[in-house]
């Protein structure tokens, strides 16, 4: 059985950092491409970017590339997303997706606040 | 970047009944290797999105056959033939074919 779970969220303060993890199980991680996704409170869906299934190419939504960053660690079946500089306008629930959006982990909550 | 209007934003329906949700797009989402990257997605109270149909009508395993998704190019339609309790929720569709990848704006179904 596929799954993903993610970890990391929580409350933050505007201009700090976090990392976000997404533990792949149920399927060969290392044979796709993987994406994070994030729906805001007012549940509008935003595709941050996604990462090739080796690691050696990414792609942002232009508005977050400057901020966030994609990796992962295939032999850990992992995929991680680090935040920058954070904002209330992130505050969001941050879902990592198999490649197609064929799977999506539970989701966990970001809420940044001072 | 690519915009999906879906419509309605919300659609209420009785047990039995059939709809369908429009979604459609600023650009054409033809592909030039010909596939059409436009997924339907379904998100029920409290749960995570799941996919229900991909590449405009393929259904996903699992899947009711009474979801049923055509289209093409710039107008794609997703269709519910007799819904039953377990389809209450919000359905958005999405593409693949341009990046950024992007979302419509979502179609909550709920019950008459």
């Known amino acids: 059985e596929v799954q993903l779970v993610e970890s990391g969220g929580g409350l933050v303060q505007p201009g700090a950092s976090l990392k976000l993890s997404c533990v792949a199980s149920?399927?060969?991680?290392?044979?796709?491409?993987m994406s994070w996704v994030r729906q805001t409170p007012g549940k509008t869906m935003e595709w941050i970017g996604d990462?090739?299934?080796?690691?050696?190419?990414?792609n942002y939504a232009p508005s977050l590339k400057n901020r966030f960053t994609i990796s992962r660690d295939n032999a850990k079946s992992t995929l991680y997303l680090q935040m920058s500089n954070v904002r209330s306008e992130d505050t969001a629930t941050y879902y990592c997706?198999?490649?197609?959006?064929?799977?999506w982990g539970q989701g966990t909550l970001v809420t940044v606040s001072s | 970047d690519v915009v999906l209007t879906q419509t309605p934003p919300t659609l209420s329906a009785t047990i039995g009944q059939s709809v369908s949700i429009s979604c459609r797009s600023s650009?054409?989402?033809?592909?030039?290797?010909?596939?059409?990257?436009l997924h339907w997605l379904l998100q029920r109270p409290g749960q995570s999105p799941q996919l229900l149909i991909y590449?405009?009508?393929r259904l996903e395993s699992g899947v009711p056959n009474r979801f049923s998704g055509s289209g093409s190019g710039t107008d794609f339609t997703l269709k519910i033939s007799g819904v039953e309790a377990e389809d209450l929720g919000v359905y958005y569709c999405?593409?693949?074919?341009?990046?950024?990848?992007?979302f419509g704006g979502g179609t909550k179904l709920e019950l008459k």
């Open positions: 997706t198999r490649e197609g959006f064929a799977y």
């Open positions: 149920g399927f060969t991680f290392s044979d796709y491409w």
């Open positions: 990462i090739k299934y080796d690691g050696s190419y990414t």
């Open positions: 650009q054409s989402l033809l592909h030039s290797n010909g596939n059409t990257y």
């Open positions: 590449l405009v009508s």
């Open positions: 999405v593409q693949g074919t341009h990046a950024p990848r992007t």
